[in-house]
């Protein structure tokens, strides 16, 4: 019996020295582990690189941030101006936008360019008084052969508003003007900045100037974009098209331009990196 107790007081100390152990162990794998750790820490040691992790971008590095969309694209656009009455067209553009090149293409055409309107021939001028803007953009692109993604359209007097509220637009004039018609006009030559009321009369002048005359439109709308096309106005950009799609004949809506919102950003931001005049 007393062999027997004497068994079962030596298996009691053998798991208290166990437990003990355990805990002495523990205590001390603990202890290792945390000095380690700040060992490696002071060392600037990254364990998440270490075990094969994405190194972590460092906030002293410089990030490059590219605005507007690698993906190549082409979208054609019709901008017009009408009388108050949208009864005469005064003068109208074709012009295609080229991105991520940033390039813009320029046509200007007569609004007596002539088309067959039904069973006769007429001219845009006529479709348009006739029919409205969508019939002229149905009749731009038959008679030029490509798809439009969008049309603008202005009266006189709203185009001469949109001007004035850019500010003024910077038209180098080769030569003294001294046109007197069903309007007048005098410029001297050199550069000169117009108002909307001047730069209306103008593109009106270059319509009676044959071939060169359209050139020099297409010339005048790129100065037009440069003045507009700023970086200032990205903070603004929504209150202008929403004036514009209030004052002006369009069919690009809202959706549209939120969906070219960042290659409109791009374009404020970097400018148009180059105009080609089509003749």
């Keep these: 019996m007393s062999n027997s107790l004497f068994k079962k007081e030596k298996k009691a100390g053998d798991g208290l020295d166990k437990k003990k152990t355990l805990i002495f162990v523990a205590v001390f794998i603990l202890i290792f582990t945390g000095s380690l750790l700040y060992i490696l820490k002071q060392n600037n040691f990254n364990l998440k690189t270490a075990l094969g992790g ?8 410089e990030v490059s941030v590219t605005l507007g969309s690698d993906e190549e694209s082409e979208r054609n ?4 101006c009408c009388d108050s009455e949208k009864e005469n ?3 109208l553009w074709l012009v295609k936008i080229k991105m991520p090149d940033c390039v813009m293409t320029i046509k200007s055409l007569s609004p007596l360019t002539t088309i067959q309107l039904g ?11 006739t029919y409205g803007e969508e019939y002229l953009a149905e009749s731009v692109e038959s008679k030029e052969g490509i798809e439009l993604d969008g049309y603008l359209g202005a009266t006189t007097e709203n185009f001469k508003q949109m001007i004035n509220y850019f500010g003024s637009v ?11 018609g ?7 030559d050199g550069e000169t900045g117009m108002k909307g009321d ?23 709308l790129s100065e037009i974009f440069k003045a507009i096309l700023k970086e200032k106005y990205i903070e603004k950009e929504d209150k202008i098209f929403s004036k514009m799609a209030n004052a002006f004949m369009t ?19 970097n400018g148009v990196a180059e105009y080609i005049i089509e003749e």
């Design 170 to 180: 910077n038209i180098s004039v080769d030569e003294k003007v001294e046109y007197k």
């Design 77 to 80: 656009y019709l901008l017009f």
């Design 251 to 269: 069919d690009i809506s809202i959706v549209d331009f939120s969906a070219k919102r960042e290659n409109i950003e791009y374009i404020l931001t």
């Design 54 to 61: 994405d190194e972590e971008t460092s906030a002293s590095e």
């Design 119 to 129: 069973s006769r021939a007429s001219t845009i001028s006529t479709a348009f008084a």
């Design 182 to 188: 069903d309007f007048s006009l005098i410029l001297v």
């Design 89 to 91: 067209l005064k003068f």
């Design 198 to 220: 001047t730069l209306y009369r103008y593109l009106c002048y270059l319509g009676t100037l044959g071939d060169k005359g359209m050139r020099e439109r297409s010339e005048t």
